[in-house]
């Protein structure tokens, strides 16, 4: 007799369960209820291999790349969560990336000395011991496609001119790292691009390390990639035995001759960092104001705290913090050219220089702190920004920034606008000036210049000219800064 088919396809199981009530109750009787239970499939019970990458973190809002300072850890070590496992040097200071896993560090992608973008993988991590060899292996593959990748690269862009749109490029590079991640997996810079040009991520296939979406992917799909090219084909164009002229004419158009017996050092990390905020700074329509001021209660003042530990950088500092409070708008910033922002904080940025840089460590909250605490706190900041440990937010956070230069002798210059600031002040050295008074005589004061500069978007002159009446009659009269 053939058998009746079963109610419920063969995906599902039953699941039975039974209700009793004892014999004493008023219905002694056994219900059986059965539920169709969807069965699990086998594949999900099935643990994958789980081989991680580590990242090249984001240590601060304008970090682009981070340079390997040293691997705590060597490939083999157990990892646990939260633990250190390597220094990565970024624009500003040195500081220690966690693992978010446990695990072990199966392979080094970035060997010590070498840079990173941030994103892009700079070690692996694997699960089992098992999985350790197959780490390896795609680390190997990894760097001999990337190794591979760049020789194709220049050839595409020269047949791209005879055709805006070729897609089949991409593709032969997306069977290569295909064994990467299936999400989509791009660059910051990749993923700020493809905003801009309307590009659909879903759609590319990544020519980084593990399949990662670079930056000249969404350019090729946006077909702007031969945009900068085109200046460099447009004369191979006539004829291929013409290649030679225009890399000759390229060649001649990048840099004069090196002067004899000089050498080419290129920018450390802190040092780009700078380079890369003073041409932000060009963009920005700066004036100056200059202000002198008498100093001679400054300096009586200076030699009676001095022995306490205060610093003439952290009196300075706290004179101008107590002069913003009255004078708010020199405060203020303005980052986009279409408005600005009042800051309820009063961040004092005061410019150190380092060996091969320059920093600038804030004092928080200036205005608010006593005299004697933000002098010991500066110093802190010093001592962490000489070993390159502070913060992101011990450097990227200051409203108002400090330069003086007035120790090394320099009677006065003018500072540049640090981007997202508004004002900057650069205090020159105290000096002997004679003047005459009301009555005729002559009398010797010191004085010491003070030049502003200021964001003209949002700082008008009247507004300095004010500020700084404010700033001279704080340094003429020190006392009030200890009340």
């Given amino acids: 007799m053939a058998s009746s088919p079963s109610p419920f396809n063969s995906n599902t199981s039953t ?50 790349e981070g340079k390997i300072v040293s691997w705590i850890k060597s490939e083999g070590d157990t990892l646990s969560k939260g633990e250190s496992v390597v220094v990565v040097e970024s624009d500003k200071a040195d500081m220690d990336v966690e693992t978010f896993y446990d695990g072990i560090l199966a392979a080094i992608v970035v060997p010590d ?24 292996a795609k680390a190997a593959n990894s760097s001999q496609s990337q190794s591979s990748a ?10 791209a001119i ?14 290569a790292v295909s064994d990467g991640p299936k999400k ?43 945009s900068k090219s085109s200046p460099a084909p447009a004369a191979p164009a006539p004829a291929p035995a013409s290649s030679a002229p225009p890399k000759a004419a390229a060649a001649g158009a990048v840099a004069p001759p090196p002067i004899p017996g000089s050498s080419v050092v290129a920018f450390t ?26 100093t001679d209660a400054l300096d009586a003042f200076y030699e009676k705290v001095k022995p306490k530990g205060v610093t003439m950088t952290a009196i300075l500092a706290k004179a101008a913090a107590v002069a913003l409070v009255q004078h708010p708008v020199v405060n203020a910033s303005c980052k ?35 005299l004697y605490l933000l002098s010991q706190k500066w110093k802190e900041l010093l001592n962490k920004a000489r070993a390159k440990q502070l913060q992101p937010n011990e450097y990227n956070s200051g409203t108002f920034t400090l330069s003086n230069l007035g120790m090394f002798g320099v009677d006065r210059f003018d500072a540049i606008l640090p981007p997202g600031q508004g004002a900057i002040m650069a205090v020159g050295a105290s000096k002997p000036t004679v003047e005459a008074d009301a009555s005729g005589f002559f009398k010797v004061k010191n004085k010491m210049l003070v030049n502003v500069t200021a964001d003209h978007r949002i700082i008008y002159g009247a507004d300095l000219a004010a500020f700084l009446q404010t700033f001279s009659k704080i340094i003429e009269n020190p006392d009030s800064l200890t009340l």
């Fill in 113 to 136: 000395g070498e840079t990173a973008p941030v994103g892009a993988p700079i070690a692996l991590l694997a699960e089992t011991e098992e999985e350790v060899a197959e780490a390896k």
């Fill in 269 to 294: 990390t802190m040092q780009s960092a700078v380079s890369k905020n003073m041409m932000e700074s060009l963009s920005v329509p700066t004036f100056r104001v200059g202000y002198p001021v008498i």
């Fill in 150 to 159: 760049p020789p194709p690269q220049p050839a595409n862009p020269a047949p």
């Fill in 184 to 226: 989509i997996v791009a660059t910051p810079q990749a993923k700020k691009l493809a905003k801009q040009h309307k590009v659909d991520l879903a759609s590319l296939a990544g020519t980084g390390s593990f399949g990662r979406i670079t930056p000249a992917d969404v350019e090729a799909a946006a077909g702007i990639a031969p």
């Fill in 336 to 370: 986009d050219g279409k408005n600005f922002a009042y800051n309820s904080n009063i961040n004092i940025a005061v410019a150190a220089a380092l060996n091969g840089g320059l920093i600038t460590p804030v004092l928080q909250d200036a205005d608010k702190l006593d």
């Fill in 162 to 175: 005879s055709q805006p749109s070729p897609p089949p490029p991409p593709p032969p590079s997306s069977a």
């Fill in 15 to 64: 699941l039975s369960f039974s209700s009793s009530i004892s014999s004493s109750s008023l219905f002694p009787c056994r219900r059986t209820f059965i539920l169709p239970i969807p069965r699990r499939r086998s594949t999900s019970f099935t643990v994958q291999s789980k081989i991680r990458e580590i990242f090249m973190p984001a240590l601060s809002s304008t970090m682009t």
